[in-house]
């Protein structure tokens, strides 16, 4: 009898779940521990003097878990789901807050916190859950819907003060423009934008002003972007020369120079990694899937009626995919150095669940059968 019920279950999921979608997403954790293979091996057994497959292990572990908390959430009845929401955004945002007291500093920046088993990083977890609170709040049509954009804003600025606290302004901004894009397809008028646009600007310049010395580095990197001769641009220069020299086919698995010379070449510079040894025709690709799984998501939104779905599936494409173009930029030197991750690819714990979290949600709201009232 359990055993059926199981299956029934089991069934069920595969009937309603968007099979291309579920499809995309196992691709790109699979490919993530490909490169991770190829990209850390050296690292451990040569820099650090540990076991070849130390790094590749912890994220082969990683990967596992996280898929299996992907499939988790995607199974969870949509009502539910959307039940708990709210207190799960809460208690990542507590789970932010304790950084201030009991996170760990690492290079200047206090980021993490330390979980015996690895270090948490919960800005990770935030941004899906932030997008998807803000969604609710948009979508809210009980209230007056003018305030409903101001009430987005304060939850904006929640997250934002803890992470220029840190000081984490890669991920400020991540969070600052998809907040916009949750804005703008709520259907805000101009005339919101440009005020909430000067709100945002006030704020930020304000924190500046009152914490110079907080964000001095900023102002650095951003000198150094606009004039490498004032400085050194190292790992910018590394990544770029990396990507050159891999050509459209790539030096080889394993031949690449960039994860020897970058300590963290296989979190923040995956891409030129993956462009040394396999050639940017790879990694055109690699951003093809990612663009191409924007544009499912996007495509399915359109068919719900549901505006909080439609503002939500809308958001979490919006952050997928302006993380992936940061870190990109980042790698050919288009935007300074932030520290950015590529989502599902890069090396790291708290990356990958922060990815599982944002596709195992799309994968919920894209369930064919759902088409349950707010």
């Not at 990683?62 to 799960?88: W, Y």
């Not at 690492?106 to 859950?129: A, H, N, T, Y």
């Not at 190292?234 to 010379?261: C, H, P, W, Y």
Request: charged share 15%.
């Amino acid at each position: 009898m359990a055993e059926n019920l199981i299956l029934n279950k089991i069934f069920n999921f595969w009937r309603n779940i968007d099979k291309e979608i579920l499809i995309i997403f196992l691709i790109l954790f699979g490919l993530g521990i490909f490169f991770s293979f190829s990209s850390t091996s050296l690292l451990a057994g040569e820099r650090l003097n540990k076991d070849y497959y130390y790094y590749f292990s912890r994220h082969l572990s990683f990967a596992i878990i996280s898929i299996m908390l992907m499939l988790f959430i995607a199974s969870i009845n949509t009502h539910v789901f959307k039940k708990l929401l709210i207190p799960l955004f809460f208690l990542s945002i507590i789970t932010l807050f304790l950084v201030f007291f009991i996170g760990i500093e690492v290079k200047g920046s206090k980021r993490w916190l330390d979980l015996i088993f690895f270090r948490f990083q919960p800005i990770e977890v935030v941004k899906p859950f932030f997008i998807i609170t803000v969604a609710r709040v948009l979508a809210n049509n009980d209230s007056f819907s003018k305030l409903n954009y101001f009430y987005s804003f304060i939850i904006l600025l929640i997250p934002s003060l803890m992470l220029l606290n840190q000081p984490d302004v890669g991920q400020t901004i991540l969070l600052i423009i998809s907040w916009g894009a949750l804005v703008f397809v709520s259907g805000i008028k101009m005339l919101y934008i440009f005020v909430l646009g000067l709100l945002s600007i006030f704020f930020v310049g304000l924190l500046f002003f009152i914490f110079p010395s907080k964000f001095s580095y900023i102002f650095t990197r951003i000198e150094l972007f606009f004039d490498p001769s004032k400085g050194e641009r190292f790992q910018s220069n590394v990544a770029l020369d990396a990507i050159r020299q891999g050509g459209l086919t790539g030096q080889g698995m394993g031949e690449g120079t960039l994860k020897d010379s970058v300590p963290e070449a296989h979190t923040d510079y995956i891409i030129s990694v993956i462009s040394e040894e396999f050639g940017s025709i790879t990694s055109i690709l690699l951003i093809s899937l990612f663009l191409y799984l924007a544009f499912k998501v996007i495509k399915v939104s359109l068919t719900h009626q549901d505006k909080f779905i439609k503002i939500t599936l809308c958001g979490l494409s919006s952050l997928l995919i302006f993380q992936t173009f940061i870190h990109v930029a980042v790698n050919t030197s288009l935007l300074p150095t932030t520290g950015m991750t590529l989502p599902f690819l890069s090396y790291g714990g708290s990356s990958l669940i922060g990815s599982a979290i944002l596709a195992g949600a799309i994968l919920n709201f894209t369930k064919k059968n759902f088409y349950e009232k707010y």
